[in-house]
T-cell receptor
């Protein structure tokens, strides 16, 4: 089964850039890499998605090396409201319908 | 905006009861998923469905069944609820490029 690995937790301060890396050695050729954000007592919310190289939107950037065995979510100038759990999601080689979440990274942003 | 609606936000049931968790999506998505989320364990896939009347087991299907009679509705059934099924249950539907849309979750307590 495909598997992802992320740091369990990270601390940061307001205004800093935060980079969270996810390892996914068995990613399938046609799979996308997607990151989600989850606040307490809510369902996860889509942040960004990419296939290769770099993707940027209004809230984050996603860096994917050529071998696609990892990806890095970059949050520029975090604020207190970015405190949440961040999940990395990739496709499963055994079944394209089975999407496996990583363990999640709990980001704490301090004042 | 895509809307995924879970019928109950909080639910309290007794051991041995039959429990139905309902989920409805309004975007005509083919794929729908049920996850459970427990502290320290992240999101774990229970079942998913890729078409009406089609279903596949996820990572932890034991003690659960599902029903997909209509495309927009995906139901999770606990035939005989047990205390170890106390959890947050999250439903999701899948749009293009593997992007998942989650409901707000149902916090189920089995006493």
């Amino acid at each position: 089964l495909a598997k992802t690995t992320q740091p369990i937790s990270m601390d940061s301060y307001e205004g800093q850039e935060v980079n969270i890396t996810c390892s996914h050695n068995n990613i399938a050729t046609n799979d996308y890499i997607t990151w989600y954000q989850q606040f307490p007592s809510q369902g996860p919310r889509f942040i960004i998605q990419g296939y290769k190289t770099k993707v940027t939107n209004e809230v984050a950037s996603l860096f994917i090396p050529a071998d696609r065995k990892s990806s890095t979510l970059s949050l520029p100038r975090v604020s207190l409201s970015d405190t949440a759990v961040y999940y990395c999601l990739v496709g499963d080689m055994d079944s394209s319908y089975k999407l496996i979440f990583g363990s999640g990274t709990r980001l704490l942003v301090r004042p | 905006d895509v809307k995924v609606t879970q019928s109950s936000r909080y639910l309290v049931k007794r051991t041995g009861e039959k429990v139905f968790l309902e989920c409805v999506q309004d975007m005509d998505h083919e794929n729908m998923f049920w996850y459970r989320q427990d502290p320290g364990l992240g999101l774990r896939l229970i079942y998913f469905s890729y078409d009406v009347k089609m279903k596949e087991k996820g990572d932890i299907p034991e003690g659960y069944s599902v029903s997909r009679e209509k495309k927009e509705r995906f139901s999770l059934i606990l035939e005989s609820a047990s205390t170890n099924q106390t959890s947050m249950y999250l439903c999701a539907s899948q749009g293009g490029e593997e992007k998942l849309f989650f409901g707000s979750g149902t916090q189920l307590s089995v006493l």
